[in-house]
């Protein structure tokens, strides 16, 4: 199937710990996204990659440190984890310069 | 800065019912505007979109939206729904470009019930 997926879909883990998401997408898309959507369901962009190449860095502490491989490629390394980074972190891809984004089926991470 | 408002936070309604979704956006520049739908434990799912052209969009299963410019306003219709509605609607707005980045709408939850 084309889309974009991440793993793992579930994380559970203890504070101070470190922990990466990874998320590819086969749809053939130059720009990759990583978005926070806490737990009043609020959506906010954190990174976003365009071939490879760091594009947005929105104010995100340098905890959080996103890796793209390639393209089809963005994972998200989280340093000393806390309590407040609990939330669902949503993948998303689209062309670049273009407008819609196509999301994955998010990773829910609750530090303990 | 771009910004967008969904007022309503919850919009309970019976089956079958017409419903409008509100949304009103903010942006200096042109916009691009995007309601996704997020059913329970699921990611987000684009409804349709706004790049130009028409006014009047129509998006996938039966909803549609109108761009209103003067009203700053991207609201989103259903003549008819259904129970399997009930989800969160989120309204989004994108200036394009190199950054693309989607500034989202608080989330309005569509109740439907029977």
């Known amino acids: 199937d084309t889309a974009v997926s991440q793993t793992p879909k579930y994380l559970v883990t203890q504070m101070g710990n470190d922990k990466s998401i990874k998320c590819e997408q086969n749809l053939g898309h130059d720009t990759m996204y990583w978005y926070k959507q806490d737990s009043k369901k609020f959506l906010k962009i954190m990174f976003s990659y365009n071939n490879k190449e760091l594009i947005i860095n929105e104010t995100v502490p340098n905890r959080f440190s996103p890796k793209s491989p390639d393209k089809a490629h963005l994972n998200l390394h989280i340093n000393s984890l806390e309590l407040g980074d609990s939330a669902v972190y949503f993948c998303?891809?689209?062309?670049?310069?273009?407008?819609?984004?196509?999301f994955g089926p998010g990773t829910r991470l609750t530090v303990t | 800065a771009q910004s967008v408002t969904q007022l309503d936070s919850q919009v309970p309604v019976f089956e079958e019912a017409p419903v409008e979704l509100r949304c009103n956006y903010s942006?200096?520049?042109?916009?691009?505007l995007f309601w996704y739908v997020q059913y329970p434990n699921q990611g987000l799912q684009l409804l349709l979109k706004?790049?130009?052209?028409?006014?009047l969009v129509k998006g996938i299963n039966g909803f549609e939206a109108e761009f209103n410019k003067s009203q700053t306003s991207f609201h989103l219709r259903k003549p008819s729904v259904h129970i399997s509605d009930t989800a969160e609607y989120f309204c989004?707005?994108?200036?394009?470009?190199?950054?693309?980045?989607?500034?989202f709408g608080t989330g309005t939850l569509l109740a439907v019930q029977p």
């Open positions: 942006s200096s520049v042109s916009v691009y």
């Open positions: 706004y790049l130009s052209g028409s006014t």
């Open positions: 998303a891809s689209s062309h670049a310069q273009g407008y819609e984004q196509y």
């Open positions: 989004a707005v994108s200036g394009g470009g190199a950054t693309n980045k989607l500034i």
